[in-house]
């Protein structure tokens, strides 16, 4: 059972449309994070979240925006997105760096796949 | 900041036969490096990791060795099973901080 579910698990949109990713942890965990995978990329780190507050924001583009209401839920909005932003957008949770070196392992959600016509 | 790198990008090896996963990292100051396997269609599942005070880590077939004066670390996979196939990913994390920067990751196949 994997803890972190995340809705809904394909999504097609139009560039105009207007939609959300939503990510539910069940771990007790008080990190949260969005990541993009793309074809032949490595796994990139959208935004983190630490109880709650967002602690980074890798260079995302606007058009995407996060919303973190408590450490167990996790929001990805996203609007007039290009078709390069086709791709699998996992969710992760963790325990915070705090109180272990380097912060804990990764529990990664099935992911979102969405694909922009 | 951090930069993996992994190589090979597939790995074609035939059932108990060994397979070995190579990656390099840049930041001297990271001292975290995970190994994530995602089969296909399925999440990224944690399978082993190491940290910079230690030089090996084994887990029944799977084993990680670390050299930091080379900043490079490895998977060792012994006698591969079919369930083996899958795209392995590793990571590196930089101390003080929790972005994991992972490799481009390797598609092992492991034949019958």
């Known amino acids: 059972e994997t803890g972190v579910t995340q809705t809904p698990r394909h999504l097609v949109m139009g560039m105009t449309n207007k939609k959300s990713l939503k990510c539910e942890q069940h771990?007790?965990?008080?990190?949260m994070y969005w990541y993009k995978q793309s074809a032949k990329k490595p796994l990139e780190l959208m935004f983190v979240?630490?109880?709650?507050?967002?602690?980074e924001n890798n260079s995302v583009p606007s058009r995407f925006s996060p919303e973190c209401p408590n450490s167990s839920h996790l929001f990805l909005h996203l609007h007039t997105l290009q078709p390069e932003d086709s791709a699998l957008y996992l969710c992760?949770?963790?325990?915070?760096?705090?109180?272990?070196?380097?912060?804990?392992?990764?529990?990664f959600g099935e992911g979102s796949r969405l694909t922009v016509l | 900041g951090e930069n993996v790198e992994q190589h090979p990008s597939t790995l074609s090896v035939q059932e108990g036969d060994s397979a070995v996963i190579k990656c390099t990292y840049s930041?001297?100051?990271?001292?975290?490096f995970p190994w994530y396997k995602q089969e296909l269609g399925k999440r990224p599942q944690l399978i082993i990791d190491i940290r910079s005070n230690v030089g090996e880590k084994k887990d029944q077939r799977i084993a990680v060795t670390l050299n930091k004066t080379a900043k490079h670390f490895s998977l060792h996979i012994t006698e591969t099973q079919p369930e083996d196939s899958a795209v392995y990913f590793c990571?590196?994390?930089?101390?003080?901080?929790?972005?994991?920067?992972f490799g481009t990751g390797t598609r092992l196949l492991v034949s019958p």
């Open positions: 771990l007790g965990h008080n990190a």
């Open positions: 992760a949770s963790s325990q915070a760096a705090s109180g272990l070196p380097g912060g804990g392992e990764l529990f």
């Open positions: 930041d001297s100051a990271s001292n975290y």
């Open positions: 990571a590196a994390r930089v101390t003080g901080f929790q972005k994991l920067v």
């Open positions: 979240y630490n109880f709650k507050e967002q602690t």
